[in-house]
């Protein structure tokens, strides 16, 4: 049987995904704060047998292009956005199937409280519901939570760390299996002596509770996670169930996907159950030609101060200042190291400008573009000469750029044996590693925290 590609699509809870993209007159983004453009988008979806919808997020304001917030409030850049996690309810009512990858933050939640949020969801959606784990990257973010600047990349992933420590203990040890009867007869709905206090003091967080909630449908949700840098793939390597990967080449998601994987297996993890998603985009037509006139349609639209905006943010370097046909450098940052390296060390042989980083990053430059059978083409090669095993998927133009994904490329990766064509049953975990696998795996760390086991305190 030929590999199974796994898909999501890619969004935030704001004005479009791509610079300047919600100008042009098909988009709809502008709608991001109804519950109908929500409800309708995962009613597509599930249509088009999508594994989830991955919502990504941000705390803080791109300010760092020309020394402030001006380019990104002018171009909507993830400005402003709302909380993903509200969403989930709604969609997860009007679909049965489709999962919901929602990003949080440890570095700005206190984990008693998360750890309520996300087995709420994971009850609401039937055991749908996965967490992308991030550390954050904006000095903005730590400065709107009380902080002078952002705790320092590598001390963001000890804090994660410890942050999971305390998660797994109130998902996976503070109620036992067989804690919950639900015995009206007897009067008993829940046997005390199999819920258990969760005690923790570490050096960022400290607990003395009970898990609030009783066991979700997968106890601790799927777990994403998005960080390339060292200590990201460090960090994936360990706690990540599906890692979301973004390289501007097949070579250098090749790297990450071979590196992170590799990494699993010395922490005594089976490196093939980690599920590898690389970030892309696909613009469609009915033949190539279609595809690249509508390409060439939105290129009209892109903003070329918004994706630098972005690029600013998300390096912590003010790009105003330099000539948009520069070569690119290489300089140590504190935001999101990796998005350096990939332009600048990870292919010697590639030089990228900071117009065509700008590009790329409003999709102009990084969208496949062509026939279904074209894109499938593209897809296919991907997964062969990277290893990973599906993509989250981003349009430029929403809803219509998955509407054509949906009504053409699917069937065509169907057709080609590649793609399912109907959903398995059961919850997240299951549909990807199969009926039985509700929970976390004995060789993931978070087993060491069920109750009984060495690591629960």
Known sequence: MKKQMRLNALDMNCVGCCPGLWLHPEDQTTRYNTLEYWTELAQLLERGLFDALFIADI?????????????????????????????????????????????GTPTYEPPYSFARRLSTLDHLTNGRFAWNIVTGYMDSAARAFGQDKQIPHDERYELANEFMQVVYKLWEGSWEDGAVLRDKANRIFARPDKIHKVRHQGKYFRTDAYHICEPSPQRTPVLFQAGASSKGRQFAAKHAECVFISGPTRKIAAG??????????????????????????????????????????????????????????????????????????????????????????????????????????????????????????????????????????????????????????????????????????????????????????????????????????
Do not use: C
């Open 59 to 103: 705390f803080g304001i791109y300010d760092v292009y020309g020394g402030n917030a001006d380019a990104a409030f002018r171009n909507a850049v993830e400005f402003p956005v709302n909380d993903p996690f509200l969403l989930v309810p709604a969609m997860a009512l009007v679909t049965k199937h489709l999962s919901f990858g929602i990003t």
């Open 256 to 457: 990450t996907a071979s590196d992170v994987r590799k990494q699993a297996a010395r922490l005594g993890r089976d490196p093939g159950s980690l599920v590898i998603f690389a970030g892309i985009g696909a613009v469609v037509g009915k033949t190539d030609a279609e595809a690249q006139a509508k390409l060439a349609d939105y290129h009209k639209y892109v903003s070329i101060e918004g994706s630098l905006s972005l690029f600013s943010g998300y390096t912590g370097i003010d790009f105003s200042k330099y000539d948009l046909d520069m070569p690119l450098e290489y300089v140590e940052i504190d935001a999101i190291q990796t998005i350096m390296e990939e332009f600048t060390k990870a292919d010697p042989t590639r030089r990228w400008t900071l117009r065509e980083v700008a590009l790329h990053l409003s999709g102009g430059k990084s969208a496949l573009a062509g026939s279904p059978a074209t894109i499938a083409d593209e897809l296919i090669g991907w997964m062969d000469e990277t290893g990973v095993d599906g993509f989250n998927l981003h349009y430029m133009v929403s809803p219509g750029d998955l509407v054509d994904f949906v009504d053409m490329v699917v069937p065509e990766l169907q057709r080609r044996g590649v793609y399912k064509t109907s959903y398995e049953e059961g919850t997240l975990r299951e549909k990807l590693y199969g009926k039985g696998r509700r929970y976390l795996p004995d060789d993931h760390p978070a087993a060491n925290y069920r109750y009984g086991q060495s690591l629960f305190e």
